[in-house]
């Protein structure tokens, strides 16, 4: 990960975070939901805590499992 841009997937995993607490799903269930080819359990850990970052195709696929719009990722709060 491009050190210029750690504050920026924080935010982008505290999202993540926040919407898949929202919804009741473990990082397992989310994974699951993110099909076969979608990121494991343990990745998504790390992209939530910003320990990672991911590409725009994990983004995506997140994005539809938790049934939000992408967009919502990216909408970080003051």
């Known amino acids: 990960m491009d050190i210029r841009h750690h504050k920026e997937w924080i935010q982008i ?4 975070l926040h919407y898949r607490k929202e919804q009741r799903l473990t990082q397992q269930q989310l ?13 998504i850990q ?3 805590s910003g320990a990672s ?10 994005a539809k499992a938790l049934n939000i719009p992408l967009y919502k990722l990216f909408e970080f709060k003051e």
């Open 13 to 16: 995993g505290l999202n993540i």
């Open 31 to 43: 994974s699951d939901l993110c099909g076969e080819q979608g990121p494991s359990r343990n990745y």
């Open 46 to 48: 790390r992209v939530e």
């Open 53 to 62: 970052s991911c590409s725009l195709d994990t983004l995506i696929d997140i």
